[in-house]
């Protein structure tokens, strides 16, 4: 029998059930890495190699989770990260999200390749919820142009320039499932051409621009006032070189182990970017999220630790959607407010501005 909601005591159990009762292609997009999924299951698992050094005897009567992202308080730090095609898990598709972030006042980062339009997303947000939106950029920049501009009218905060996809990458689970339904604000979205035989990622991204480059940095900046990141950074030099182009932020990121196989965690990274940030004196230019592994709430406070301003969630949110709807959602980012108000209470943290490398063993780590 299906263990029923309350059932669910960790973000995994969401997965488990949604592996259970997902159509098997939709499962296969969902769940799928590149090649080996070397990557996917590292992104995970360097969580594993960091311990905590817990401090003892600080009063942590009260205990306050939130924080700041791009200047948007939030109630914990982590936003609903991009991940295209949610009717594929939820005939509703990505507004479930919306409703969930707005319940636990999180951001939710919309898509390109959304099953719903854009502005069903925008306008399934209430009162002064804030949406940022990540963008895939199309080899026809007037197309682009329009996508920022009507971003920045409907009122988003922040503009995520996927920058680790310039071909998408070989999902093979992916591919073996035959995959016919890409839904029809994707084919809006510049997702035409589609040749279904490469399955759902491939079949809805030929339009994406392999000769981005640092030259179209200056563009971006001209044609919007929304803050600018970088997502899906991987070493230490491009962070500097981000900072030097001027953006906002970056999200250092492989895109959930779903490009290049082999591409090293976010959390692992981060590890090697903030030492020499801090060493440069650069560590207050730029605001430093990850992604990718995401599963407990100690691997948020890991991040924060390491110097992290918070964390992107994607997969799980997309189970809990797929296998509960929006009660799903719900519980899940209760799970991980529960869960994270427990941590750093053991831990010996009060607020998140507390948390620093202090707190944290990295030995375990492969760089040292
Ligand atoms: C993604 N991701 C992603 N990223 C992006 O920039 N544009 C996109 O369209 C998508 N689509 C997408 C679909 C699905 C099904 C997944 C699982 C992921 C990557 C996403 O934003 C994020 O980097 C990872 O999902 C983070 O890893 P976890 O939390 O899924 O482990």
Redesign the pocket.
């Known amino acids: 029998r299906m263990p029923i909601l309350e059932q669910c005591y960790n973000l995994m159990d969401f997965e488990a059930v949604a592996r259970r009762v997902m159509k098997k292609t939709a499962w296969a ?2 769940s799928s890495g590149a090649d080996d999924e070397i990557t996917m299951r590292e ?1 995970h698992s360097a969580f594993h190699k960091i311990w905590f050094r817990p401090r003892i005897l600080h009063d942590v009567e009260k205990i306050d989770l939130s924080t700041k992202m791009l200047g948007t308080k939030v109630d914990i730090p982590f936003y609903v ?5 949610g009717k594929l898990g939820n005939p509703e598709g990505e507004v479930v999200l919306t409703r969930g972030a707005k319940k636990h006042n999180v951001i939710q980062m919309i ?3 959304a099953s719903c339009s854009f502005d069903e997303i925008i306008d399934a947000a209430e009162g002064d919820q804030v949406q940022w939106l ?1 963008l ?1 950029v199309n080899k026809n920049r007037e197309i682009t142009k329009r996508i920022i501009e009507h971003a920045e009218k409907r009122g988003c905060k922040g503009l995520f320039i ?1 920058v680790d ?1 310039p071909q998408l990458g070989r999902r093979e689970k992916d591919m073996r499932s035959k995959f016919s339904d890409v839904g029809s604000n994707v084919q809006d979205t510049g997702g035409d051409n589609v040749d279904r035989s490469q399955g759902a990622a491939r079949a809805i991204s030929s339009f994406i621009d392999p000769a981005l480059s640092w030259k179209d940095i200056p563009w971006f900046l001209s044609v919007t006032k929304m803050p600018i990141l970088l ?2 950074v991987q070493r230490v030099e491009d962070v500097i070189r981000a900072i030097s182009a001027g953006v906002h932020g970056v999200v250092l ?1 492989n ?2 182990g ?1 490009q290049l196989d082999f591409a090293r965690s976010g959390v692992e990274v981060l590890a090697e970017v903030m030492p020499e940030l801090r060493r440069l004196g650069l560590q207050d230019k730029i605001e430093i999220y990850i ?4 599963r407990r709430a100690t691997d948020i406070i890991k991040a924060l630790c390491l110097g992290a301003t918070g964390v ?5 949110f ?1 189970y809990a959607m797929s296998a509960y709807g929006l009660p799903g959602v719900d519980r899940a980012m209760q799970l991980l407010k529960d869960e994270m108000e427990m941590n750093m209470r053991l831990i010996g943290c009060n607020t998140v501005d507390q948390l620093g490398p202090e707190f944290v063993d990295t030995r375990g780590l492969s760089m040292h």
């Open positions: 997009y969902y992104n990260t991009a991940t295209a095609l898509p390109t390749l990540q895939y996927t996809a997502k899906g990121s895109h959930g779903r992604d990718g592994g995401v992107g969630i994607g997969r799980p997309l």
